[in-house]
């Protein structure tokens, strides 16, 4: 029986991090350089704490995300040799359930949709594996955990890091 | 800490099966008796198999379905002693989305986003209890199981069976 992966959306096929960045410059018409905000919580990236927020309840944010780069391929290479699930932590933005299926089916078509999960927390996901950008969903995972590089983690070390995905599959794929 | 529940919503928390035959009535003008149906797979409820996958796409189908006997006062019991999940098998019908978090909002206003899990297959759900009506989904379940009664599943006697949330209470709360 193939082991099973569940893969995060926002920050690890989702390049969440630019989408962010350059929403707030068409809107505020500032460039905050990538640099400028690693370590820092996600609720901090903003000058306004409330921004990041405001972003992900307006309609059409996560239908336009762009996607993280290597993830399509990496997706299809993994699936060879693993049963993978797309978890996302939807359930705080309603208005993105929509959203991140009809996203899915433009990049992701090969998923199925027996094959992906939308939740609150993640801490009753069962699967073997979980690659996720968050600590808070990573520490309360009984399996193996990869941390994918965000801003928001590089302070963090206990969890196994992947900078992208060519580095997921070194660790996942023999 | 807390022992975790995965309950179920579609014949579980709401009553599809009378949400069906009365649909039906008021499309066919015929009423279909529970007795009749009794046994039956769900595709093979109406005399025509595509009838019960028409009404699970209609807009509107999963945002009236009526609460099911006992559930609400059966739940608010069970969150004092563990923590539950709504586990849905949503995702083969993306309209029921934005239906079914309006409906446990009405109906459930006390379970929260983050106790709620719309999925594809259940397979990766590693709660301690699942309370389901689908032996497709308890038979993959690797904690411990409650089959919920529906028609559907009265020849299948290999997990406990619950005939009504009394019942369930029985066998979850001393």
């Not at 949709?113 to 950008?133: A, E, L, P, Q, V």
Request: glycine share 6%; with cysteine.
């Amino acid at each position: 029986m193939k082991k099973s992966i569940a893969v995060d959306m926002d920050g690890v096929i989702a390049d969440t991090e630019t989408h962010f960045l350059n929403w707030y410059e068409r809107e505020y018409g500032v460039r905050i350089g990538v640099h400028e905000i690693q370590g820092r919580e996600e609720n901090e990236m903003f000058p306004d704490k409330t921004v990041a927020r405001k972003f992900a309840f307006t309609p059409g944010f996560f239908r336009s995300l762009p996607v993280m780069t290597g993830a399509v391929e990496a997706l299809k290479t993994l699936m060879k040799s693993y049963d993978v699930y797309i978890v996302s932590a939807a359930m705080e933005f309603p208005q993105s359930l929509p959203e991140k299926l009809e996203w899915l089916k433009e990049h992701f078509p090969f998923i199925s949709w027996r094959n992906i999960i939308f939740c609150g927390d993640k801490s009753i996901i069962g699967t073997d594996y979980m690659i996720d950008d968050h600590i808070k969903n990573l520490d309360f995972f009984k399996g193996t955990t990869i941390m994918f590089h965000a801003f928001h983690n590089v302070n963090h070390n206990h969890h196994q890091r992947a900078n992208n995905w060519d580095e997921v599959l070194k660790l996942l794929v023999k």
